[in-house]
């Protein structure tokens, strides 16, 4: 069953390996998904018929009353005419603490 410990060792595992592919990539992306959006919800056709700085503005707006669940982070690697996407997720919460 693995337990706590064999959680951990995957989890510090995962943390290293992401933390290498950061060092030698070309460029890295990352997003955070969270507990929600917008705060006024059920406004959702205003959200389809504005500008792109105006849905920018209401998301920077509203988000930080929201929890970051996870966390994404994917790490390109040009590979001679090919480019490698290593993509990492970490859960943030609710999760357990160890």
């Known amino acids: 069953m693995g337990g706590p410990c064999k959680s951990r060792q995957l989890r510090e595992s995962a943390i290293a390996q992401c933390s290498v592919d950061i060092q030698e990539a070309a460029f890295v992306a990352v997003d955070l998904e969270f507990t929600g959006l917008f705060l006024?919800?059920?406004?959702?056709?205003?959200?389809?018929?504005?500008s792109l700085q105006e849905y920018y503005t209401?998301?920077?707006?509203?988000?930080?009353?929201?929890?970051?669940?996870?966390?994404?982070?994917?790490?390109?690697?040009?590979?001679?005419?090919?480019?490698?996407?290593?993509?990492?997720?970490?859960?943030?919460?609710?999760?357990?603490?160890?």
Do not use: M, Y
């Not at 970051?68 to 943030?92: K, M, S, T, Y």
């Open 40 to 50: 006024d919800a059920d406004d959702s056709s205003s959200a389809r018929s504005a």
């Open 58 to 98: 209401r998301c920077i707006t509203s988000i930080p009353s929201f929890l970051p669940l996870q966390l994404g982070i994917c790490c390109a690697h040009q590979r001679d005419d090919v480019w490698e996407l290593r993509v990492h997720e970490f859960n943030l919460w609710p999760s357990k603490r160890l």
